[in-house]
């Protein structure tokens, strides 16, 4: 059986690595990369990194509107999906890659799964919630991490084609830390952070309430700076290196591991990063007023804090219950997720 997974940015590269390495006595596995991400740091690397073979298309799809990207991917996926005519499509998460590779897929009535369904910020302005729902709601088979996520699709009358699987990223952090604790790792005083999400960078105001309010942190901000909020500071001549703040470029995924590990804690408004700081045992400050991982706030160990409030005190301190690994039951999901596709 001929399985194609369609990914095209960072968290998706990280996402599909376990279906590739478990896939491989099971079935053909091959990776569309959409192109939506372009940069080396946010896509060569991490095939390279989490051993995974290169994609068999590339589809150049880059930036854009979101009506043109999405627009740009799902003609660009319809092409190659009818040349490689596969019988079963993997798409993951919630960027405009999966929306669009989903509409591709299920309109040429190839059975379709979605990796990581069901998670909601109840936030409809964000792109990545319109991404969510539609995708939910056209595939044919949803692979739900969290039982949250779960009751998500069951209270949307999605039931029947939901399967609760756990979190495919535990298994790729988990490989990608074995490989970081191989070297030695000492923790300092400085705090993993990145900015990068439209609701943060993409008013001039927002972005510099946020990057002013990261400076006046009592330890050294180390700030991964994303090729977007690079382009929106500059574009707002906003200067990213001010009081505490110290700017690097974007990394691949054993320096970030590498990093979060010898950081006292994590500040974000990424997703993924939440639950990557959970896994790894630090403490996050998320930068946004909802998220879609309730779970890592219920056991104190994240705090939604869109205003940094907490940037002057030593949020990173405070006491926690033990981490509980069995939350994202993430283990086995890879193997779950293909016994379920597969039948
Ligand atoms: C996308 C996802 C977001 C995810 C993030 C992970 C959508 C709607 N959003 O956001 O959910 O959390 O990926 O990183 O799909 N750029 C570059 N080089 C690149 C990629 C982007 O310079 O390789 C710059 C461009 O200026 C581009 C901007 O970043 O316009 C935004 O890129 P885009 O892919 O539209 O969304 P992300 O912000 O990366």
């Known amino acids: 059986m001929r399985v194609v997974s369609i990914v095209g940015t960072r968290p998706q590269f990280i996402k599909v690595a376990p279906i590739s390495w478990r896939s491989r006595d099971l079935c053909e596995h091959l990776i569309i990369n ?38 740009k991917i799902l003609s660009r996926t319809e092409e190659v999906l009818l040349k490689l005519k596969p019988d079963r499509v993997l798409v993951y ?30 936030n409809r302005v964000m792109p990545e919630e319109i991404n969510r729902i539609g995708t939910d709601h056209l595939s044919d088979l949803l692979f739900a991490p969290t039982k949250a996520s779960l009751q998500n699709l069951v209270n949307e ?12 990223m535990v ?19 400085k705090i993993f952070t990145t900015i990068h999400r439209a609701e943060n960078t993409n008013s001039k105001e927002r972005l510099q309430f946020v990057i002013s309010n ?8 180390h700030l991964y700076a994303h090729p977007r909020l690079v382009r929106k500071a500059k574009e707002f ?3 990213l290196s001010q009081g505490s703040i110290k700017v690097f470029k974007s990394a691949g995924y054993l320096k970030t591991v590498t990093e979060i590990l010898e950081s006292k804690g994590v500040i974000t408004d990424s997703g ?3 639950k990557e700081a959970y896994l790894l045992g630090r403490p996050c400050l998320t930068v946004r007023s909802e998220t879609e991982w309730s779970e890592t706030i219920e056991s104190g160990w994240n705090e939604l804090d869109p205003n940094l409030n907490q940037i002057s005190n030593q949020w990173w301190n405070n006491s926690r219950e033990p981490i509980n690994i069995k939350i994202f039951n993430g283990i086995n999901s890879s193997t779950k997720i293909l016994d379920i596709l597969l039948k």
């Open 272 to 274: 993924g990063l939440q």
């Open 93 to 122: 998460g919630d960027t405009n890659s999966t929306i669009a590779a989903t509409l591709a897929s299920v309109k040429l009535g190839i059975k379709t799964g979605h990796v990581e369904a069901g998670l909601r910020s109840f």
């Open 34 to 71: 959409t192109g939506q991400h372009y940069d080396p740091e946010l896509s060569d690397d991490f095939f390279k990194e989490l051993n995974i073979p290169s994609p068999v298309e590339n589809l150049y799809s880059g930036s854009g509107n979101h009506g043109e990207q999405t627009a």
């Open 237 to 239: 001549s906003i200067e």
């Open 157 to 168: 009358g999605l039931e029947e084609k939901s399967y609760l699987v756990g979190d495919v």
């Open 214 to 221: 990261l400076a006046k942190s009592p330890v050294p901000i």
């Open 171 to 189: 298994e790729s952090l988990d490989y990608i830390k074995n490989k970081a604790l191989a070297k030695k790792v000492s923790v300092s005083e």
